[in-house]
């Protein structure tokens, strides 16, 4: 009999967040109630989707035991056990891993026969390797081109691998046993760059072992502008061509592979996979290559179909001369298939053999004939199969594609499973019958999960159906799709969930895991559990508050609490304190009853003897601006009452990373230390159409205590580039409209900002900028607002310009401080295409012009220091820019004699120190 956990002492979590989860008694099925109907299965208001824990690290993959408990892994290596019945969440296992980019542990899967053999499977990066392979790989990036004087095995310094290991689950430790290590399959990969090391397991219905990996070739690559990567160039990383593994045909990156393991851990080769063992020039693992990123596969139990989705490059258009736009994919296959990545992707549509040391095309792949690997890295055959197109593909905007339903947004397919229904489960929240043998997807970018149905796992998708809609789980009050990075039906028929959150390779607060149990008629309370510190020093007295628990349908509350995590709950009020003297790390939990008896539980991670580091970035600031190619100066804030003054930067870890759209983030290199020179990337490798941004994590593991476990702090700080289109606006109200518009700077503008409606920017810092200017059309005013549209404009713009485009400048003569929020409204009539935030002369005149319409700044003042504003605009024109700051300084230290008004004074200054400072910034490109 599984009991209650003691207290957890010195449990390694690295970070203290809530963890709740409901535990209501389910509502019994309704008599003359077909489940196999459509209407019931697909009204929204019978699923109750239910916080598991919001303790998770960095969360990456799981795994559902038997008994419902949860497995999940962190890109760290850390391996969480989550068990409903307790409402705890614990750190068993961590696995040393290499931790670069998306490197580090990926998926955890239990063998089809658990219940009998206890085989657990990870896919990771092994930070210790074994020859031929460098023992260990350095910490960093490797660089785009080779060092100079060095030759071409300069690159096996960061040759690594990924493999597949399985180990056996301790039933009396709750944990893996590491002394029982089986290696099964290793993955040959390239170090040291970022990204798409898409890694999962599944088993077929045979019992055959599937994994995908994925292309480990970064979007950044130099001169793929979004398109498929291809940068053969003689000095370049190989790891820039994608063809060298995707499209090789004796490489396993870019595949799903199937393998039948043995007893030993060895493996055979099942029959009819893609190439029959013995193939010169072949990997005969192979089931299907030509894949990009296939980060979450699956297999239906009953047709053996294999599911899975692949990411796609990030063009937002189609470019005669390249290719395709970035389409990604969903597949459905019994049969082993080449799915033509690099050389085509969505609708088969092709890419061209690029030069990419002469900027310009080659001949187009023949994706649907003869497809030829022509890399100087291929090591496979050269003709390979025809490239199969998936059932689906879709882009940014539903015209994009042939299905509607998928929306519009950034694209994030993660493959789910086929659901199965169970006549005989005797769960009474096992989801209807009406799902049976339809596909589950996760659509990670657009926080949806979406259902397919086909009548042959080969053939066509014959409907899309939008799987319980945040919309719906809102108006319920229930915790919306935040970022699903794995779904997986459990032994009980419940769709287990697991939200990665929005922020990027760090711990993310709005990540979580949870269950969606098919639930007619009352569901269980929610509870919102707070406490008022989660780590110090003991004596430790902690508030704890439940008050804020509600109940769907509004039944009564009672309250229990079990502060100490020892099983015994005490009957209370919803708010209660305690006090704890001993050292170590305590699950404090809630236990929330309403009046119908049914049960939810919270609980929150209480750390007494340590205390969490606070991390900040001091500078550059959240949501201020850069230029492509800036180097910046990062300064890192580390308090720590343990560490005290002795903080060993060299534990202070950051991350510099491209973001884009708002969905992920590509980590481009990484260091350490509290300051250093970041330079921000000036080769976006994405396309023009494209919303990216620069984005800086920093963290920080404290050295712990003797018995309290160490633990992390963490910060983000995100870089806003200078030109913000409108569509890539991080918030727009409904009645404002995309729309596809050739003439538009990025292919496409905003319509329908009229009065009542708005677009936001978030985070925004105007430290540095002077002025802003508007591309518009039409005829109206557009006003930017700080935090609020009822809020007073800080600039406005009088667009008059029907039939073309427009550019309207204004300065800004009162600056908002702090980071915040920028709201865009207009009084209609004006179709907008973007925001220019700029730092120059031309502004600071344009101030000074308007500081005199309004009286507060002389007309010789204006003439004077405008003579030598004209000045140092000519030198920097002229490419003189030490002209151009000493004409600068001289404005600076006239403006106090030559300006009266004080608040005029501080503007002008504020300005002249803004430009100089801007032409002093150094930049990667000298």
């Known amino acids: ?183 099964i399959i290793r993955v040959e990969v390239q170090r040291g760059q970022c990204c798409h090391v898409g890694g999962d397991v599944a088993f077929d219905k045979d019992g055959n072992l599937l994994l995908s990996t994925g292309d480990n070739t970064p979007a950044s690559t130099p001169g793929a502008n979004g398109f498929a990567p291809m940068n053969d160039r003689v000095g370049y990383n190989p790891g820039f061509d994608a063809r060298r593994g995707a499209g090789n045909t004796n490489d396993l990156r870019g595949k799903i592979l199937r393998i039948d393991v043995q007893a030993d851990g060895s493996y055979t080769i099942p029959a009819g996979n893609l190439f029959a063992p013995g193939t010169a020039n072949t990997r005969p693992e192979i089931f299907a290559m030509g894949l990009r990123n296939p980060f979450r596969i699956d297999s239906d139990p009953v047709t053996g179909a294999i599911t899975w989705g692949d990411y796609g490059p990030d063009a937002g258009t189609a470019n005669a001369l390249r290719g395709p736009m970035g389409y990604v994919e969903w597949q459905s296959t019994t049969v082993p298939i080449n799915g033509g990545w690099p050389f085509c992707h969505g609708p088969n549509a092709n890419y061209n053999d690029w030069d990419y040391e002469t900027l310009t095309p080659g001949a187009f792949y023949d994706c649907d004939g003869t497809l030829v690997n022509n890399s100087p890295y291929n090591t496979g055959i050269s003709v390979l199969p025809s490239a199969t197109a998936p059932q689906l593909w879709y882009g940014d905007q539903p015209t994009h594609q042939p299905w509607p339903e998928f929306g519009s947004g950034g694209q994030g397919p993660m493959g789910g499973p086929t659901y199965r229904y169970d006549e005989e489960n005797p769960a009474t929240t096992k989801f209807p019958a009406y799902w049976d043998g339809k596909a589950f997807m996760a659509e990670f970018s657009r926080d949806r999960v979406f259902v397919y149905s086909q009548d042959d796992p080969d053939g066509e998708v014959t409907r899309i159906e939008n799987f319980l809609p945040n919309a719906s789980l809102t108006a319920a009050g229930m915790p919306p799709w935040d970022n699903p990075i794995d779904i997986e039906f459990g032994p009980d028929g419940s769709l287990y969930v697991l939200d990665y959150g929005d922020g990027f390779f760090r711990p993310n607060p709005d990540s979580g895991l949870y269950r969606v149990d098919y639930v007619e008629g009352t569901k269980g309370p929610r509870v919102d559990l ?21 109940h769907p349908d509004g039944l009564a509350l009672s309250f229990a609490w079990d502060v100490e995590g020892d099983g015994t709950f005490t009957p209370g009020e919803a708010t209660t304190s305690h006090t704890y003297t001993v050292d170590g790390q305590y699950a404090a939990r809630v236990q929330v009853t309403d009046s119908a008896g049914r049960v939810s539980l919270a609980s929150v991670t209480i750390t007494v003897g340590n205390t969490a580091p606070v991390v900040e970035i001091v500078t550059p600031v959240n949501g201020s601006f850069t230029d492509w190619g800036d180097i910046v100066e990062l300064e890192v804030k580390v308090t720590d009452p343990e560490d005290g003054a002795a903080i060993d930067c060299s534990r202070v870890l950051w991350s510099y990373g491209l973001g884009h759209d708002n969905t992920h983030t590509h980590p481009l290199f990484t260091g350490s230390g509290c300051t250093a020179q970041v330079e921000t990337s000036l080769e976006a490798g994405h396309g023009e159409t494209e919303n990216i941004y620069a984005q800086i994590g920093v963290s920080y593991t404290d050295l712990g205590g003797a018995v309290a476990p160490a633990l992390t702090g963490d910060a983000v700080t995100l870089l806003n580039p200078r030109e913000l289109q409108a569509e890539h606006a991080d918030a727009r109200t409904a009645g404002v409209a995309v729309v596809d518009d050739e003439s538009a700077s990025a292919f496409r503008k905003l319509t329908g900002l009229v009065p009542g409606e708005s677009i936001s920017y978030e985070p925004v810092e105007l430290g540095g900028i002077t002025g802003v200017e508007l591309r518009a059309m039409g005829t109206g005013q557009v006003s930017l607002h700080w935090g609020d549209a009822a809020a007073d404009a800080f600039a406005t713009f009088n667009v008059s310009s029907a039939g073309a485009w427009s550019l309207v400048s204004t300065p800004l003569i009162e600056v908002p401080e702090g980071t915040g929020t920028i709201v865009v409204t207009s009084t209609g009539g004006v179709d907008l295409d973007r925001l220019l935030f700029t730092t120059s002369i031309a502004d600071i005149k344009a101030t000074l012009a308007a500081l005199r319409a309004d009286g507060d700044v002389t007309n010789g003042a204006l003439t004077s220091l405008g003579i030598r504003l004209d000045r140092a605009s000519a030198a920097l024109a002229a490419g003189n820019e030490a002209k151009a700051l000493s004409e600068l300084r001289f404005v600076l230290v006239q403006i106090p004699e030559r300006v009266e008004n004080v608040e005029a004074r501080a503007v002008l200054q504020r300005a002249v120190e803004a430009v100089i400072a801007d032409i002093e910034q150094p930049s990667a490109q000298e």
């Open 530 to 550: 707070e406490a008022s510190v989660t780590s110090g020093q003991g004596p430790l007295t902690v508030d704890f508050s439940a008050a804020d628990s509600t």
């Open 1 to 183: 009999m599984r009991t209650s956990p003691p207290r957890i002492v010195a449990l390694a979590t690295g970070f203290a967040v809530a963890a709740s989860l409901v535990i209501a008694a389910p509502a019994a099925a309704h008599p003359g109630h077909d489940h196999g109907d459509e209407i019931t299965a697909t009204t929204w208001a019978n699923y109750e989707r239910v916080t598991l824990s919001r303790s998770l690290g960095e969360p990456i993959d799981m795994a559902v035991l038997p008994d419902s408990r949860v497995l999940t892994t962190a890109r760290g290596g850390q391996i969480r056990l989550t068990d409903p019945a307790q409402g705890t969440t614990t750190i068993v296992n961590t696995i040393d891993v290499y931790a670069n980019s998306e490197d580090g542990l990926q998926t955890i899967t239990l063998d089809p026969a658990f219940d009998e053999n206890g085989w657990v499977y990870l896919y990771y990066a092994p930070r210790e390797m074994v020859a031929p392979y460098p023992a260990t790989t350095a910490t960093g990036s490797a660089p785009n081109t080779l060092p100079a004087g060095a030759d071409a095995t300069y690159w096996n310094q960061w040759l690594g691998y990924n493999q597949v290991s399985r180990f056996q689950w301790n039933e009396e430790t709750d944990s893996l046993d590491l002394t029982t290590k089986q290696d």
